[in-house]
Antibody
Framework: QVQLVQSGSELKKPGASVKVSCKAS????????LHWVRQARGKGLEWMGW????????TYAQGFTGQFVFSLDTSVSTAYLQISNLKAEDTAVYYC?????????????WGQGTMVTVSS | DIKMTQSPSSLSASVGDRVTITCRAS??????LNWYQQKPGKAPKLLIS???SLQSGVPLRFSGSGSGTDFTLTISSLQPEDFATYYC?????????FGQGTKLEIK
């Protein structure tokens, strides 16, 4: 079945980096855009940006430039979110989600989420 | 950026009640409006896309309506499994902003 499976929880110290993976299966990887969404504990959903799975071209929301990098490895149908220079306020669950072109870009499939905790 | 404003932010209701959640966009988003349901500790789930298109497997008690800037999600008869947080989202333009969420609780 169509699914996105993300890597497991991470505990990092301030200033460190983390790379979250999102592995797609059950469909042709480059047939749909992938988006990243952040959710801090007890807070709402925040759109971080998206990556074109055909070209690898990323688009970042304001507030997610510089520290955040989206990338792909199409050979293993996997998207990545790398966060550098981690701060306590980066502690959150990070989701990847597949957009449905037929549904005007609605996020039809979501990964299970990856909890990133930044603490000294 | 397009701001999405949901109301109410929280809502207490009983099983069997009819519930309506509204979502207002700060500018016209045509039909690029989606609704998600999120339960604690779980990823959001797409309920409705393109204003009113119910996703496969979503019960018919859920419906969506609206156009332009004003949209609603209606649950016709609340069931115990419907108590969750609901988000609207526009995919008309980037950033694909979400509403702040509506937490639906048991009365």
């Amino acid at each position: 079945q169509v699914q996105l499976v993300q890597s497991g929880s991470e505990l990092k110290k301030p200033g460190a980096s983390v790379k979250v993976s999102c592995k797609a299966s059950g469909y042709t990887f480059n047939s749909a855009a992938l988006h990243w969404v952040r959710q801090a504990r007890g807070k709402g959903l925040e759109w971080m940006g998206w990556i074109n799975t055909n070209t690898g071209n990323p688009t970042y929301a304001q507030g997610f430039t510089g520290q955040f990098v989206f990338s792909l490895d199409t050979s293993v149908s996997t998207a990545y979110l790398q966060i550098s220079n981690l701060k306590a306020e980066d502690t959150a669950v990070y989701y990847c989600a597949r957009a449905a072109a037929i549904a005007l870009g609605a996020f039809e499939i979501w990964g299970q989420g990856t909890m990133v905790t930044v603490s000294s | 950026d397009i701001k999405m404003t949901q109301s109410p932010s929280s809502l207490s209701a009983s099983v069997g009640d009819r519930v309506t959640i509204t979502c207002r966009a700060s500018q016209n988003i045509n039909s690029y409006l989606n609704w998600y349901q999120q339960k604690p500790g779980k990823a959001p789930k797409l309920l409705i896309s393109v204003v009113s298109s119910l996703q496969s497997g979503v019960p018919l008690r859920f419906s969506g309506s609206g156009s332009g800037t004003d949209f609603t999600l209606t649950i016709s008869s609340l069931q115990p499994e419907d108590f969750a947080t609901y988000y609207c989202q526009q995919t008309y333009t980037v950033p694909h902003t979400f509403g702040q969420g509506t937490k639906l609780e048991i009365k």
